[in-house]
């Protein structure tokens, strides 16, 4: 490991396991490095904001936006294994990632990383158009600098702040199809921005031991399990609306409201559930449905409103 990797790991105060020897990582490892199931959920609704720009965009054009904003995202993940491989390693949850694990060197995992963010927003900025290109750039600049080199470990509401980069790719994949930003893909960026919160929230009630072990602030440990479960009631109270409110727009059909609402009712039970069942294994089965539901939740929003757009389409 180089002298700036040691030194960087000793001033976090944790450490990383022995670097690998050169030839042991696989494909797997690579394509770990790129969080695979986050990037589905980038693509999709990159998907859904690509779908319902007003311009129809040729398919040449709209695999190269999916593609280059998979990649970004991916990118993105691999620059945030590189930098928290010393928060991974003591993880439970995490520690078997390629960084902490000595499969890839963090080196390679940097040069991967930025490699990977290069192509994409070059790409997408070329190719497709440069205002989705700059929204590309700034959302792997925002996930990795502001997210995870600064709020992660210095705030308990980095979830809350950081949740702006996962929240933009249907907005980057609006401009990429129309060359703008309108209302409707601000709606998409906040729906995503504001489930964010109770659906990591809920994850970390049952977590808080991880995040304390590795030093992160996340709400629980630093307000504690009680605040955290009233801080998700709020943001639930507030998120179920703001879904509905592409109705209220006119930018969404009879199909999207229905479950919208539906959906959203449940979304509210489960959190009220949470907020109500504060000891025990009932607290944790509460806090595991609502982030199991949350994620069924935004999948259902999004896939409504792909097929309303697919329908209007044909």
Known sequence: MSDVSVGLNEKRGLSLAPEAPGGLAS?????????????????????????????????????????????????????????????????????????????????????????????????????????????????????VVVYTMWLKRSTSQNIVIGGLAGALPPMVAWAAASGTVSLESVILVAIIFFWTPPHFWALSLYRADDYARAGIPMLPVTAGPDETRRQILLYTLFLVPLALSPVALGEAGLAYGIVAAVTGLGMLALAVNVYRRRTGTEAVRAAKKLFGFSILYLFLLFATLLAEAVVAGI
């Open 27 to 143: 494909p797997r490892d690579y394509i770990a490095l790129l969080k695979p199931r986050v990037m589905s959920l980038v693509i999709f609704t990159a998907l859904v904001g690509l779908v319902r720009a007003p311009d129809h965009v040729h398919p040449v054009i709209a695999f190269t936006a999916l593609l280059c904003i998979a990649v970004g995202a991916g990118a993105a993940g691999a620059l945030n294994m590189w930098w928290d491989a010393d928060i991974d390693a003591v993880m439970t949850r995490t520690k078997g990632r390629p960084i902490p694990s000595g499969r890839v060197t963090p080196q390679e995992a940097l040069a991967f990383g930025l490699t990977l963010s290069a192509f994409s927003v070059v790409v997408l900025g070329l190719l497709v158009n440069a205002l989705a290109g700059a929204l590309l750039a700034f959302t792997i600049f925002f996930y």
